[in-house]
């Protein structure tokens, strides 16, 4: 039997946002023969398996939470801005809330778009919500298709095409984009 | 790129996962048909796959000279245990990562967390020392109930130096302990300190300084 701390684990890049984080951090590790998204919650730490074999797709829909934080944040800059422009006695106070403001404004920018990410298997749509940020999600799910596609081979066209022949004879007749 | 970029709508149960609507445009990167918004989809080949069916066991007819069932004497042997090493039939063979169990072997493997497939949850030990070791340190925590604190955390860095780790993590597990173990002495020290002036003062008195 094999001892399970020889098993290893590599993680992907991504963190959960921020006060996600503080509610159930979670993070993605690889495994030998899939993935494994480990959440923390206050002093328990859960784990969910994802085998190679079993991954049927990975969904990223992208989201408005990006810009949601860009006006939170370009609200707070203006109310240091005040603070530090109208009275005298709240300048230094202001300027430190106005350039707080602006470094998490620009750390928001650079971090990308936001999204959704979903693992799918066949009885399973599990969020994973350290992959929130479009880079980080494309970059993890192209790591994702080559270790899927190792273990389970490409999906070519014509099979697609005879799925949806079999499931519903009425679908499939739209363009592509 | 590795994943297919094809019409999604031919694979019939996949759908948005934020509003539930089948997509029923080829979406590979595109908008969602009823919510609108952007998705990205990668689809897999398990997605055409069908249902996997587990094997059914095999009954012996006559006396054939066959391996049979350690739990179903009638049934035809299919595989070994590599827990037990009994022979079991298709009924209770449980095949998991290139090996074969029987049900008892798995439950037994899973009570003792051997089998990290099966593994859903831990007690971070770990974090829960750190926490104790640093909230000595907090101030109004720091006069009144260190005391209490850093032999709790000592107590169980050694009582869970052993339990089963972070699954995913372990090498930084045990440093934490460690970080903690050197916080609570460092709280005990002072503890010690403490209690070493104020015996020194109750047994000799106050000092020659404060006698002059």
């Excluded at chain 1, 980080?136 to 270790?147: F, H, L, P, S």
């Excluded at chain 2, 990167?29 to 069916?53: D, F, N, Q, T, V």
């Excluded at chain 2, 074969?100 to 009570?111: E, G, R, V």
Aim: aromatic fraction near 10%.
């Amino acid at each position: 039997m094999a001892n399970p701390k020889d098993r290893t684990y590599t993680r992907l890049r991504g963190r959960s946002p921020f006060l996600t984080r503080l509610a159930n951090a979670a993070s993605l590790w690889k495994s030998e023969d899939g993935l494994v998204l480990a959440t923390q919650t206050a002093y328990t730490e859960s784990y969910q398996h994802f085998r190679f074999d079993d991954l049927q797709g990975i969904l990223i829909v992208k989201t408005r939470r990006q810009l949601w934080y860009m006006l939170i944040y370009g609200l707070f800059g203006l109310l240091g801005l005040f603070l530090a422009v109208v009275w005298e006695y709240t300048r230094m106070l202001g300027w430190i809330f106005f350039g707080a403001a602006m470094i998490a404004h620009m750390l928001n920018w650079l971090k990308g778009e936001t999204c959704a990410t979903y693992l799918r298997t066949a009885v399973k749509l599990q969020e994973v919500s350290c992959l929130s940020r479009l880079p980080v999600a494309t970059a993890a799910a192209a790591e994702i298709d080559g270790w899927v596609q190792e273990r389970q081979g490409t999906l070519r066209l014509d099979q697609l095409a005879a799925a949806s022949t079999a499931l519903s004879p009425s679908r499939g007749q739209g363009a592509a984009p | 790129m590795g994943f297919l970029q094809t019409p999604l709508a031919m694979v019939a149960p996949l759908t948005c996962p934020k509003c539930g609507a089948p997509l029923s445009s080829y979406i590979v990167k595109g908008p969602c048909p009823g919510c609108r918004r952007e998705i990205e989809a990668h689809a897999y080949p398990a997605l055409l796959s069908p249902p996997k069916i587990g094997n059914l066991p095999e009954r012996i007819d006559d006396e054939q000279d066959v391996a049979t069932c350690f739990h179903h004497p009638d049934k035809k042997a299919v595989a070994v245990c590599d827990h037990s090493g009994i022979f079991l039939c298709g009924l209770c063979d449980i095949p998991m990562g290139g090996k074969h169990f029987s049900p008892q072997a798995l439950a037994q493997l899973k009570a003792k967390g051997q089998l990290p497939q099966l593994v859903q949850s831990r007690t971070r030990w770990d974090s829960i020392c750190m926490s104790l070791a640093i909230l000595g340190f907090v101030p109004p925590v720091l006069p009144y109930f260190f005391w209490i604190t850093a032999p709790a955390t000592i107590y169980l860095v050694i009582r869970h130096w052993n339990s089963p780790p972070s699954m995913v993590n372990p090498p930084r597990w045990r440093l934490r302990f460690i970080f903690a173990l050197i916080f609570a002495t460092l709280q005990l020290t002072i503890i010690l300190i403490v209690l070493w002036v104020i015996f020194d003062r109750i047994l000799n008195g106050p000092g020659p300084s404060a006698q002059e």
